[in-house]
């Protein structure tokens, strides 16, 4: 890998292996949606759950995007810019539902995550902006979690764990950094703004170092 691919691998597929296998604990032929999966956590997320035997589905705010989310993963993907596309995640996945929500979004995404999942299912908060409005018993009847995941408060040795399993990612090669926006250092500031007031993200943003 170029020093490019390397600077997107750390906090996208570290958060994600630990999403996945930590917090959700996943097992091969459970479903997976990743909710907002064009970034590079969400990209990452859909490799790994590919590469450990997942039935993966994921979501995009462009064509473009969808378009990436299945190169890298997915089954299955959908427009969370239509009105209608939690209709069709359900009519997609059946009766049972989704076994796993791994949610990028959740201030806006929660209340849908729940209304999709399966008995037992789990929704595993990478990412929030702010408050919603759930109705508690949704996770009653389906006996569902939330689960929130925090990168830093992993062990030193479980960082060691997903280092030893991304590092053999990369030696079978499922593990492919997807490059998105490029900023020289100068542009930092900008760089942050484009991601806080930007409508979605293709890949992992990097810096570069002239």
């Not at 789990?122 to 702010?130: A, C, D, N, P, Q």
């Amino acid at each position: 890998m170029d020093f490019k691919q390397g600077a997107a691998i750390g906090i996208p597929y570290f958060t994600a292996y630990r999403a996945l296998m930590h917090s959700a604990r996943v097992k091969a032929g459970e479903s997976v949606l990743v909710h907002g999966a064009s970034g590079g956590v969400g990209l990452a997320a859909c490799q790994i759950a590919r590469a450990h035997g997942l039935k993966v589905l994921g979501t995009a705010g462009t064509e473009e995007g969808q378009n990436i989310v299945l190169k890298n993963g997915a089954h299955q993907a959908f427009n969370h810019r239509e009105v209608n596309y939690v209709d069709k995640i359900k009519k997609y996945v059946g009766e049972k539902g989704i076994d796993v929500v791994i949610e990028m979004l959740a201030n806006v995404n929660l209340s849908k995550d729940l209304s999709l999942l399966s008995c037992g299912g789990r929704v595993i908060i990478v990412g929030s902006r702010g408050p919603i409005e759930i109705v508690p018993r949704e996770t009653m009847v389906k006996e569902s979690s939330i689960i929130g995941v925090s990168l830093y408060s992993s062990t030193k040795e479980e960082f060691q764990q997903y280092a030893a399993a991304l590092h053999a990612g990369m030696e079978i090669g499922w593990l492919k950094p997807v490059i998105g926006s490029q900023y020289p250092l100068e542009k930092v500031a900008q760089a942050h703004e484009n991601i806080i007031y930007g409508s979605g993200t293709t890949g992992k943003m990097i810096l570069l170092l002239q």
